[in-house]
């Protein structure tokens, strides 16, 4: 952008702002909006993302059924959330229109592709009548756009095809949104000279388009101003944005790489969770072995496996491949072998929603075993937090031989945000305790402090042994049918699996230790429950939160901290399934704030349920 | 842990020589007197110390049923699994560990109907193990009821009009999974079921030996109409690489192609026949195929072996590619594509 232009026209400074790209599945709205988000990280801002896209690949192109959505937040302040309302939507068809214009803030920016909008179109979008044309989008500021036409214009000449020609007006519109909002084209023009390398004519369409789109913004006045969001104050560092799955694939790399066990994955694709297998597969470098198995029980099984053969075992799924998954779970329970077992929830029961987001396995990672099968439970809080609780997962999976599950979603697998890069040789080393010499070692004898077995691979002479599902005499390992054997096993297992609390550090807590109201959560909620509690502070509100990343065990000081308020409110994305376990465990009348949408909590909706709490206690 | 050899060691042929009873486990075997286990059991322990792998580095997983309860008398390292999973198990073992010799121990329950999909995956894969099914037509441990290669009308005690599912052959089942080393074996003919077992041993890839075994409480003489030692060379056939297909107590019958099917011929077993059909483990699938389903003579031994690499090779092979092409580097993956620095 010129700077006669800057100057021209006036520029205003906002906080923060919201937008949305959204259209057919095949417009590029994702990687459009991975641009914007790229582009925005260079600029300095916090933000965080949330791309929402269909379960077809290609559904009817131009129906509602087919609409991918790509939405940023980003401040010269602290996100927590990709944003409850959009400041600008732009959609790029009808359907577009249609699918989201009822999120968008009032007052809000309708950015629309004013050649899409004819007849054929907006009856697949189910629209009786043009909504250009009938007011019903008065609430709203229209800006219409030939974004084909003009992108034809900008790429005259170059001898495209057609739907090359069409593939370009995406980056016309994000040219356009970088004017909006005064950010540099650099970072883009630079992926595109890189992504299309080897075909000189797409680097120049793209560029055009791009530019186009800037200096049409610019030049037609559309917005008549344009606005500026100052760096935000980040920590000092380096950073790279990530979304949950590859913060979960490289946080098993780095425990296989600091600990010297090998990474075996076994995993069938599903989604929202294969993009940790597709991420795994491309570091086999690192001598990490992936299986995509013939099904989940296979994945699981082979993970067994290759943990009972002494590698770092993991199986990565959602949760209807967790339900298949579950027999074998118990079997490594039984064998307490180390397995990490990854469920990036989704939508349920049955198929579900697959592609949208849930809390709803929480039970059934706790409980969703026959027999008394307990399992250590690990929950991400953000996309870069996976990062550190996989390797979590796997510290304690080996330090207390037990498969452990860490539960994401598809919120944080798939949202990104700007992430603080660790330093490979900072991260702790850890590894599998030193066995005993034959004569002090037998298959199930415990160390005192953790209750775990040692873990004896194949090929250790003089230590060979058989393990399996049916009961095990305590130390021996044998098979035992003993009823004393048996109760005396349940309970160490139990035992074993509480020990895991001495590891949990002291519980933070977002504000004061006393009040009126604590929130508790866990889980991908965390950026909306923070930025609700932070805005009721402000407001003035006894309000505090903390948020959990132990669910069993749970922290130690949970129960304290608990007894330090007047009501506790527990937000989740279910039915209550935490609320169940704190009420069973400690007793207490707490009370759930609930959504079943297949969409993350809104930090109003968080606010809005703390002010009703209060407001009925008064 | 230590590296670890992509290829399993023998021990050295001057060193102590293992026996069969180095390779027996301190528990009382708990199969029903008389089961067909018994011999199969002790057969595997005569074999495995001619194979110089050590103890060690022996793996023994099994499913669930009669047969799977194989791993806790052997006295190497064992995994009793569970219900039809043991493919999977064996899979993720061999696969992290080449340097371990990895047997499945099955039933024709366990690896033909709960575990049909680990199996046919194994299979094509050609994972190294060396499966044995115990193939007894019946399920034992949970008392009697039919299984997938139990006979069409079987009353069993949850078929007490008899079956209405037809049986699988669970060698052609092999065959259609491509699976590169399929043989069959009674467990009454010891010599035999040793040699096969020994070549089973030795394949390098997925080895699958189907053997007749009798349960004699649950489906006593489930094989005695072809294995009974009465019958045996009249209505089974011995195949050897290369021999003619030649069987009866007098060598006296052989086998000869006729149009899409096979005939038995008769003849005096000074002059055989020029055009009796000549054993060839590496002929096309569909001559093995066409050789499982005959009705009799059963043909025994190896029906199919073929040369093609294990799957813990070709993974191993991608990997040592990968680090050729890349070094290892935990920051540069940690920092991803791109990063910004913030001052």
Not at chain 1, 128 to 153: A, Q
Not at chain 1, 493 to 521: C, D, M, S, Y
């Amino acid at each position: 952008m010129s700077d006669a232009a800057t100057k021209s026209l006036p520029i205003e400074d906002i906080e923060s702002a919201v937008i949305r790209f959204a259209g057919d599945s095949g417009d590029g709205i994702q990687l459009t909006g991975m641009q914007f988000t790229s582009t925005t990280a260079f600029a300095g801002n916090d933000l965080s993302t949330l791309p929402d896209y269909p379960a077809e690949i290609r559904a009817p192109v131009g129906t509602t059924a087919g609409v991918s959505g790509f939405q940023i937040q980003f401040s010269s302040r602290q996100v927590l959330t990709p944003g409850d309302a959009p400041d600008v939507l732009v959609a790029m068809n009808p359907a577009a229109l249609k699918a989201n214009v009822k999120d968008v803030k009032k007052g809000g920016i309708l950015l629309l592709n004013k050649d899409t909008f004819g007849q054929a179109n907006l009856t697949k979008a189910g629209y009786e009548k043009n909504p250009l044309d009938d007011g019903s989008l008065s609430d709203w500021r229209v800006i219409t756009v030939e974004l084909g036409r003009l992108t034809r214009n900008a790429l005259e000449g170059l001898g495209l095809t057609p739907t090359e020609t069409e593939r370009c007006k995406n980056f016309f519109a994000l040219g356009m949104m970088y004017w909006l909002y005064d950010r540099p084209l650099d970072a883009t023009l630079r992926w595109i000279e890189d992504k299309f390398k080897k075909n000189p004519k797409f680097v120049e369409a793209n560029r055009r388009a791009l530019h186009a789109g800037n200096a049409y913004a610019e030049t037609a006045e559309l917005f008549g101003h344009h606005y500026r969001v100052r760096k935000a104050p980040i920590k000092p560092g380096t950073y790279r944005n990530i979304t949950g799955n590859e913060a979960t694939a490289l946080g098993f790399v780095a425990a296989s790489a600091n600990s010297g066990l090998p990474l075996w994955l076994g995993s069938y694709p599903i989604t929202p969770a294969s993009d940790v297998l597709h991420e795994l597969s491309k570091h086999k470098n690192f001598g990490v072995k992936t299986f995509q198995a013939e099904d989940e029980i296979a994945a699981i099984g082979s993970a067994i496996g290759a943990s009972f053969a002494g590698n770092l075992a993991i199986t990565t799924s959602s949760g209807p491949g967790i339900a298949l998954k579950s027999e074998a779970i118990g079997l490594a329970v039984m064998t307490e072998l180390p397995v990490v077992v990854l469920n990036v929830q989704r939508g349920g029961p049955s198929t579900g929603l697959p592609t949208k987001t849930e809390q709803a396995d929480l039970l059934q990672a706790l409980y969703g075993r026959n027999g008394e099968c307990p399992v250590p439970v690990l929950a991400a809080a953000t996309p870069g937090d996976c990062f550190y609780m996989v390797y979590e997962a796997c510290r304690l999976a080996v330090k207390y031989m037990t498969p452990v599950f860490l539960l994401t979603d598809g919120y944080l697998a798939n949202g990104s945000e700007p992430w603080l890069v660790p330093s490979a040789g900072a991260l702790a080393k850890f590894g599998p305790a030193a066995v005993a010499p034959i004569a002090d070692w037998k298959p199930y004898k415990r160390d005192p402090e953790t209750l775990a077995r040692a873990w004896v691979a194949p090929g250790m002479k003089g230590y060979e042994h058989r393990i399996g599902g049916i009961e095990k005499q305590d130390v021996t390992g044998n098979v035992s049918y003993d009823p004393d054997n048996h109760e005396r096993m349940v309970r160490l297992r139990a035992a074993k699996v509480n020990k895991i609390a001495q590891e949990i550090a002291p519980t933070e807590i977002l504000g004061e230790r006393k009040g009126e109201v604590l929130l508790v959560g866990w889980g991908g909620t965390y950026g909306a429950i923070t930025a609700a509690v932070q805005n009721l502070q402000k407001a003035g509100r006894s309000v505090s939160a903390v948020h959990l990343r132990h669910l069993n065990p749970l922290p130690p000081d949970l129960g304290d901290i608990l007894s330090g308020f007047k009501q506790v409110l527990v937000p989740e994305l279910n039915m209550g399934q935490l609320l169940k376990v704190l009420r069973a465990k400690y007793l207490i009348p707490a009370v759930g704030l609930n959504k079943i949408k297949g969409q993350p909590f809104k930090v109003s909706e968080i606010e809005a349920g703390v002010e009703n709490l209060l407001k009925e206690a008064r | 842990m230590a590296d670890v050899k992509d290829e399993i060691e023998t021990l050295p042929a001057s060193g102590p020589v293992l026996q069969a009873k180095d390779f027996k486990s301190d528990q009382m075997v708990r199969w029903c007197p008389g089961c067909g286990d018994f011999a199969i059991l002790a057969t595997v322990q005569k074999v495995l110390p001619g194979l110089g792998v050590p103890r060690e580095k022996t793996v023994f997983v099994s499913g669930i049923g009669c047969s799977s309860r194989f791993p806790y008398y052997m006295n190497t390292y064992g995994f009793h699994s569970i219900h039809g999973r043991a493919p999977t198990v064996a899979t993720g073992v061999k696969c992290a560990r080449p340097d371990l010799m990895v047997w499945v121990i099955t039933g024709d329950g366990d690896a033909l109907s709960i575990g049909g999909n680990h199996l046919i995956h194994a299979l094509r894969r050609n994972v190294d193990l060396k499966i044995l099914l115990f193939n007894n037509r019946i399920y034992g441990l949970t008392k009697g009821q039919y299984s997938p290669t139990s006979e069409l009308g079987k009353k069993t005690k949850s078929s007490p009009m008899g079956t209405i599912d037809a049986p699988l052959n669970p060698i052609a089942v092999a065959l259609a999974s491509e699976a590169s080393f399929v043989a069959r074996a009674i467990d009454t003919d010891l010599p035999f079921l040793t040699d096969v077992l020994g070549r089973a041993a030795r394949h390098k890839g997925s080895a699958f030996v189907e053997i007749f075994q009798n349960c004699v409480v649950f489906n006593d003489g489930a094989w005695d109409s072809v294995a009974a030692k009465d019958v045996r060379d009249e209505k089974t056939l011995k195949l050897a690489h290369g021999r003619p297909m030649i069987f009866g107590k007098n060598r006296d019958k052989g086998l000869r192609q006729k149009g899409f099917d096979f005939e038995v011929v008769s003849f005096d077993p000074a002059s055989p026949p020029q055009d009796l059909l000549v054993h060839d483990e590496q002929a096309p699938a569909t001559a093995a195929y066409a050789l499982a389903h005959m009705g009799e003579p059963v043909v025994q031994g190896v029906l199919r072996c073929v040369s093609r690499p294990p799957l813990h090779e070709l993974m191993n092979g991608q990997i040592e590619r990968a680090k050729s092409e890349k070094a290892p580097d935990l920051q540069k993956i940690l920092n991803g594509p791109e990063t910004w620095t913030v001052a």
